[in-house]
Nanobody
Framework: QVQLVESGGGLVQAGGSLRLSCAAS????????MGWYRQAPGKQRELVAD???????DYGDSVKGRFTISRDNRKNTVDLQMNSLKPEDTAVYYC????????????WGQGIQVTVSS
């Protein structure tokens, strides 16, 4: 069974930075596409960024140029560096792991709160 544990969330002022980390177990991590999604109150869950097993990243339009996703296949971790944070980045952020399949499928972490104050 895949387990994903997020860490690093919290409260930050607009313009600041946070780094989220997700530790994975119970999966052949190096084969998975790993991703970060977020869900704000009253909104649908949306893709923030994902990264293929070969290290190719992709980003949601709202975070391009501000966020960077990276992975370490030796440590089974995927990180999300978030810079120039805005109040609209406030959401619960979820780590995702999938082996093939479509975006939004696969396994999920429990989520971690990120709050950006204005």
């Amino acid at each position: 069974q895949v387990q994903l544990v997020e860490s690093g969330g919290g409260l930050v002022q607009a313009g600041g930075s946070l780094r989220l980390s997700c530790a994975a177990s119970g999966t052949i991590f190096s084969l998975d596409t790993m991703g970060w999604y977020r869900q704000a109150p009253g909104k649908q869950r949306e893709l923030v960024a994902d990264i293929t097993r070969s290290g190719i990243p992709d980003y949601g339009d709202s975070v391009k140029g501000r966020f960077t996703i990276s992975r370490d296949n030796r440590k089974n971790t995927v990180d999300l560096q978030m810079n120039s944070l805005k109040p609209e980045d406030t959401a619960v952020y979820y780590c995702n792991s999938r082996l093939g399949g479509y975006r939004g499928s696969g396994s999920w972490g429990q989520g971690i709160q990120v709050t950006v104050s204005s």
